[in-house]
C-alpha cells in the first residue's frame, strides 16, 4: 500500500492535506491555461486571418478537454474511494483500465471530429479561407486526441493517491516545452520548415506526449497502474461502468457555462449597450477566471482528501474537509468582491479605452462580485459530490442553477432592465442557488447519504 499511496489523506491534520494537495494545484491550473494563451500570442503575430481562425478551434478544444475533464475526476473519485477502503488491486485494475478506456472514446472523438471538420466550424461562421488554416490545425490535433487526454486522467490518478506536487510539475514542464516549441514550428525558426497553426498543434501534442511519458512512468513506477490489467480485460466492464458513470454527467455538466455564456452575450448585444456590453461581459469573464484559479485548485486538491476518506467511512473528516474549504472560499469571494468593486474603475480601465465599455464593466463589478461567496458554495458543493461518487446530484444542481434558473433570470433581467437586469439576474441566482444548495447539502452529509455506501469492491 505504501508504494501506491504518496500520502494517505485518512489520517493527519486535515488543513495541512488541504494546503498541500491545492498550493501546487494552482501553478498546474496556470500552466494548462497557458497552452492557449500562448498559441494564441503567437498565431497573433501571424496576422488576423490566422488569429481568427485558431479562435474559432478554442471552444471545440475545450469542448473535448471538457470530455476528458469529466473522465480524471472520475477517474480520482473512484481510485480515491478505493485507496480509503484499502482494495489496492482494485484500485490498480480502475487506473489501468481508466487509460484504456481514455484511448478508446479519444479515438471515437478523434474519426468524429475529422468528419465533422467542414460542417461544424461552417455552422459556426467560418469563411473559406479560414477553414482552411482551421483544418490545420484541427487535423492533427483531432488525430492525436490521446496524447492530450491522457496527462489529464493520468494527473487526476497520481493526486487521488495524495501527490499533488508531481501532476503540476508534469504539466507545469509541459507548458514551457509548448512555450519553447510552437515559436519554433509556427514561426520555422532554426530551419525548421514554417507550419503556422499545424505548427501549434504540433507543439502542443509534443508537449502533451512528453507529459503522458513522465505520468505513465510515475505510474508505473508507484504502483498506480499494473500493464497486466490493460491486456486483461476481465472486469473491464465493471471499470467502464465505475468510469462513465461520473465521467458522463460530469462532461456534459461541464459544456453547460458555455451554452449559459452564449445566451448572457445574445441577450447583452440587443440591449442599448450592444458590443460594448458583450465586451464588457468577456473582460468580466476573463478576470474571473484569474481570480477563481485558486478556488479551482481548491476544489480540485479537495476531491481526493474526501474520496480517501470516504471510502474509509471517516464521515467526520468528510465533513471538515468541506467545512474548512467552504469556510476559504467564502473569506476569499468576500475578500476579491470588496476590492474588486472598490477598483472597478482602475480595473476598467486596464481593460479597455472605450468609455461605453468601461462603463458597462464597472456597472458588472459593482453588482456581480458580491454574489461570489454564495455562488461558489454550490461549485465547492458540486466537487465534493463528484467525490464521494454521486456526480448525479452535482450535475443536477449545476443545470438547475445555470439552465433551468439562471436562462429564465437574465432573460426575465433583459426585458426589465437591460444590461443592469442581466447583471442583477445573474448575482440573484448565485446568492438564491448558493444558500439553499449549502443548507440543503450540508444536512444531508453524513446523514442522507452514508446508507448508501457501499464497498467499491463489492459488485
Same mark, same amino acid.
Given at each position: 500500500m505504501s508504494s501506491v499511496v504518496k500520502y494517505d489523506l485518512t489520517e493527519g491534520p486535515i488543513p495541512r492535506h488541504l494546503v498541500r494537495m491545492t498550493i501546487p494545484m494552482i501553478w498546474g491550473i496556470m500552466a494548462l491555461v497557458s497552452f492557449q494563451l500562448v498559441d494564441a500570442y503567437y498565431i497573433s503575430r501571424l496576422g488576423t486571418l490566422q488569429l481568427a481562425s485558431i479562435s474559432y478551434t478554442f471552444p471545440i478544444t475545450y469542448g473535448i478537454f471538457s470530455i476528458f475533464i469529466g473522465f480524471g475526476v472520475a477517474a480520482s473519485s473512484v481510485i480515491s474511494r478505493?485507496?480509503?477502503?484499502?482494495?489496492?488491486?482494485?484500485?490498480?485494475?480502475?487506473?489501468?483500465?481508466?487509460?484504456?478506456?481514455?484511448?478508446?472514446?479519444?479515438?471515437?472523438? !478523434?474519426?468524429?471530429?475529422?468528419?465533422?471538420?467542414d460542417p461544424v466550424f461552417k455552422a459556426i461562421g467560418a469563411k473559406p479561407e479560414e477553414l482552411e488554416l482551421i483544418r490545420s490545425f484541427m487535423i492533427p490535433y483531432l488525430c492525436a486526441t490521446f496524447f492530450v487526454s491522457m496527462p489529464?486522467?493520468?494527473?487526476?490518478?497520481?493526486?487521488?493517491s495524495g501527490d499533488a506536487f508531481a501532476p503540476a510539475m508534469i504539466m507545469t514542464v509541459a507548458a514551457v516545452i509548448n512555450a519553447l516549441v510552437n515559436p519554433v514550428l509556427i514561426f520555422g525558426l532554426f530551419g525548421v520548415p514554417r507550419m503556422e497553426l499545424m505548427g501549434a498543434a504540433i507543439g502542443t501534442i509534443f508537449a502533451n506526449i512528453i507529459a503522458m511519458i513522465a505520468c505513465l512512468r510515475l505510474m508505473?513506477?508507484?504502483?498506480?497502474?499494473?500493464?497486466?490489467?490493460?491486456?486483461?480485460?476481465?472486469?473491464?466492464?465493471?471499470?467502464?461502468?465505475?468510469?462513465?458513470?461520473?465521467?458522463?454527467?460530469?462532461?456534459?455538466?461541464?459544456?453547460?457555462?458555455?451554452?449559459l455564456g452564449s445566451v448572457i452575450n445574445h441577450l447583452l448585444a440587443q440591449t442599448g449597450g450592444g458590443a460594448s456590453a458583450v465586451a464588457a461581459y468577456g473582460a468580466a469573464g476573463r478576470m474571473e477566471a484569474f481570480l477563481l484559479i485558486i478556488l479551482m485548485a481548491l476544489s480540485i486538491g479537495m476531491g481526493p482528501i474526501i474520496g480517501q476518506n470516504w471510502g474509509a467511512q471517516k464521515i467526520d473528516r468528510v465533513r471538515e474537509t468541506v467545512k474548512y474549504a467552504i469556510s476559504f472560499s467564502v473569506i476569499w469571494s468576500v475578500t476579491t468582491a470588496l476590492l474588486i468593486s472598490f477598483f472597478a474603475h482602475p480595473?476598467?480601465?486596464?481593460?479597455?479605452?472605450?468609455?461605453?465599455?468601461?462603463?458597462?464593466?464597472?456597472?458588472?463589478?459593482?453588482?456581480?462580485?458580491?454574489?461570489?461567496?454564495l455562488g461558489n458554495i454550490s461549485h465547492g458543493w458540486g466537487s465534493t459530490f463528484n467525490a464521494i461518487g454521486k456526480p448525479q446530484i452535482s450535475a443536477i444542481m449545476i443545470f438547475i442553477k445555470m439552465i433551468l434558473l439562471s436562462i429564465p433570470a437574465v432573460?426575465? !433581467?433583459?426585458?426589465?432592465?437591460?444590461?443592469? !437586469?442581466?447583471?442583477?439576474?445573474?448575482?440573484?441566482v448565485n446568492f438564491i442557488t448558493g444558500a439553499v444548495y449549502h443548507i440543503w447539502a450540508w444536512k444531508g452529509l453524513g446523514r442522507r447519504w452514508i446508507p448508501a455506501v457501499v464497498p467499491l469492491g463489492d459488485k
Amino acid at each position: 500500500m505504501s508504494s501506491v499511496v504518496k500520502y494517505d489523506l485518512t489520517e493527519g491534520p486535515i488543513p495541512r492535506h488541504l494546503v498541500r494537495m491545492t498550493i501546487p494545484m494552482i501553478w498546474g491550473i496556470m500552466a494548462l491555461v497557458s497552452f492557449q494563451l500562448v498559441d494564441a500570442y503567437y498565431i497573433s503575430r501571424l496576422g488576423t486571418l490566422q488569429l481568427a481562425s485558431i479562435s474559432y478551434t478554442f471552444p471545440i478544444t475545450y469542448g473535448i478537454f471538457s470530455i476528458f475533464i469529466g473522465f480524471g475526476v472520475a477517474a480520482s473519485s473512484v481510485i480515491s474511494r478505493m485507496i480509503g477502503e484499502r482494495r489496492t488491486e482494485d484500485m490498480k485494475r480502475v487506473a489501468s483500465h481508466s487509460l484504456l478506456i481514455v484511448l478508446i472514446v479519444s479515438i471515437v472523438i !478523434g474519426l468524429v471530429g475529422l468528419v465533422l471538420i467542414d460542417p461544424v466550424f461552417k455552422a459556426i461562421g467560418a469563411k473559406p479561407e479560414e477553414l482552411e488554416l482551421i483544418r490545420s490545425f484541427m487535423i492533427p490535433y483531432l488525430c492525436a486526441t490521446f496524447f492530450v487526454s491522457m496527462p489529464v486522467v493520468g494527473n487526476a490518478t497520481l493526486r487521488a493517491s495524495g501527490d499533488a506536487f508531481a501532476p503540476a510539475m508534469i504539466m507545469t514542464v509541459a507548458a514551457v516545452i509548448n512555450a519553447l516549441v510552437n515559436p519554433v514550428l509556427i514561426f520555422g525558426l532554426f530551419g525548421v520548415p514554417r507550419m503556422e497553426l499545424m505548427g501549434a498543434a504540433i507543439g502542443t501534442i509534443f508537449a502533451n506526449i512528453i507529459a503522458m511519458i513522465a505520468c505513465l512512468r510515475l505510474m508505473y513506477k508507484r504502483g498506480v497502474i499494473d500493464f497486466r490489467y490493460i491486456w486483461n480485460l476481465s472486469d473491464f466492464s465493471d471499470s467502464t461502468k465505475r468510469i462513465v458513470m461520473i465521467a458522463l454527467p460530469v462532461g456534459i455538466t461541464g459544456l453547460l457555462p458555455a451554452i449559459l455564456g452564449s445566451v448572457i452575450n445574445h441577450l447583452l448585444a440587443q440591449t442599448g449597450g450592444g458590443a460594448s456590453a458583450v465586451a464588457a461581459y468577456g473582460a468580466a469573464g476573463r478576470m474571473e477566471a484569474f481570480l477563481l484559479i485558486i478556488l479551482m485548485a481548491l476544489s480540485i486538491g479537495m476531491g481526493p482528501i474526501i474520496g480517501q476518506n470516504w471510502g474509509a467511512q471517516k464521515i467526520d473528516r468528510v465533513r471538515e474537509t468541506v467545512k474548512y474549504a467552504i469556510s476559504f472560499s467564502v473569506i476569499w469571494s468576500v475578500t476579491t468582491a470588496l476590492l474588486i468593486s472598490f477598483f472597478a474603475h482602475p480595473i476598467a480601465r486596464t481593460f479597455s479605452n472605450d468609455p461605453d465599455v468601461r462603463e458597462n464593466l464597472v456597472l458588472y463589478l459593482v453588482i456581480v462580485p458580491m454574489s461570489y461567496f454564495l455562488g461558489n458554495i454550490s461549485h465547492g458543493w458540486g466537487s465534493t459530490f463528484n467525490a464521494i461518487g454521486k456526480p448525479q446530484i452535482s450535475a443536477i444542481m449545476i443545470f438547475i442553477k445555470m439552465i433551468l434558473l439562471s436562462i429564465p433570470a437574465v432573460v426575465i !433581467g433583459h426585458s426589465i432592465g437591460g444590461v443592469t !437586469g442581466i447583471f442583477i439576474a445573474i448575482s440573484a441566482v448565485n446568492f438564491i442557488t448558493g444558500a439553499v444548495y449549502h443548507i440543503w447539502a450540508w444536512k444531508g452529509l453524513g446523514r442522507r447519504w452514508i446508507p448508501a455506501v457501499v464497498p467499491l469492491g463489492d459488485k
